[in-house]
């Protein structure tokens, strides 16, 4: 008998995967469709979080904090107990492990709302509703080209960017999207896919590069192992997915290939940037176990595993916890 297609392989790969999972959830959808999330979670410091020219402080899956340039920023919302497509007033999708480490309700005020793409897991519209009329009211939406048509009502601006593109806010408390010399966003290209239904293909799908003065936060969104990162001028802070790679790594990088991306948008083994992992332990990603991903990672790093901040959700980092960090 010859060899197996890889294509095929990596399919029957794929689909092992989903049938772990989804059948189940699906069918937990309907039969716990009113369970509500859970507040047992830890609250942020949010004193701790405004100190600082940086900080972060990861709520869960992809759901991170930013403070930088003065906006606080918060990327792909996902605050509900499930994700995924609503039939009939249920929610049909996957539940959540563990809840947000914050409430909605006790967010700070949102500048800057900042999503990667339309996979339910990252653009979740409950969330954004609930955004929309609270902390998030009047925000700027930063999104990917093609994705504007699924952002509610109750933002302000919604500004699509396309690969390779940037915006440039001015400083926080000066007006909105224009030239200046405040906080500047690009839109760079991982290797994922965009699709939110399956047939809508044209979406597109983003990773970040935040910059305000000497201060650079990259948020890389999904992404498989990829050199997109490669040319970058040395990042401080770097959010990496490291979750959600079982069958899948063609479109989600491993703890150990993360780190290896980690390195060199950071400026290297030597240098001083820090990651903040995401994207794993708060859905059922697919791992046999919810602490495999940060396990494989803190290997991966080694005697430099001291730079994976905020491994806990609820846990805050600012740029002054760094060693002769300015007081």
């Known amino acids: 008998m010859g060899m197996i297609d890889p294509r095929i392989a990596k399919a029957l790969v794929v689909a092992r995967s989903g049938l772990q999972r989804y059948p189940r959830q699906i069918a937990e959808s309907i039969v716990s469709a009113t369970t509500a999330v859970p507040r047992v979670s830890p609250q942020i410091n949010f004193d701790h979080f405004q100190t600082g020219r940086i900080a972060a402080a990861w709520v869960g899956h992809a759901t991170v904090l930013f403070r930088i340039g003065g906006y606080t920023i918060l990327t792909d919302p996902v605050f509900s107990n499930r994700i995924g497509m609503r039939l009939g007033g249920v929610t049909v999708g996957i539940k959540r492990l563990l809840p947000p480490a914050v409430d909605v309700e006790h967010l700070p005020k949102i500048d800057i709302v900042l999503l990667s793409h339309a996979h339910f897991d990252h653009l979740d519209k409950p969330s954004l509703r609930r955004l929309a009329q609270g902390p998030a009211r009047g925000a700027t939406v930063v999104t990917a080209d ?91 802070l770097s959010v990496f997915g490291i979750g959600a790679y079982e069958g899948w790594d063609g479109a989600h990088a491993t703890p150990e290939q993360v780190w290896k991306m980690f390195t060199k948008s950071s400026g290297g083994e030597s240098a001083g940037g820090l990651l903040l992992p995401m994207h794993h332990s708060t859905f059922d990603m697919g791992e046999k176990h919810v602490d495999e991903p940060m396990q494989r990672l803190l290997i991966a790093a080694g005697e430099q595993s001291g730079r994976i901040i905020c491994r806990e959700q609820g846990d805050v980092w600012t740029d002054r916890a760094r060693p002769g960090a300015a007081n």
């Not at 504007?148 to 699509?160: H, K, N, Y």
């Not at 690969?163 to 290209?189: S, Y």
């Not at 201060?215 to 890389?220: C, E, I, K, N, Q």
Request: net charge positive.
């Open 146 to 236: 093609r994705t504007r048509t699924l952002i509610p009502d109750g933002f302000g601006e919604v500004v699509q960017l396309g690969w390779g593109r940037e915006i440039r806010l001015a400083n926080a408390g000066r007006g909105g999207v224009g030239a200046g010399d405040g906080l500047r966003i690009e839109a760079l290209q991982p290797r994922h896919w965009g699709a939110r239904a399956g047939v809508d293909r044209y979406r597109r799908y983003n990773a970040y590069v935040l910059e305000h003065g000497r201060d650079r936060v990259l948020f890389a969104g999904d992404t498989a192992f990829t050199d997109a990162f490669d040319g970058l001028r040395p990042v401080d």
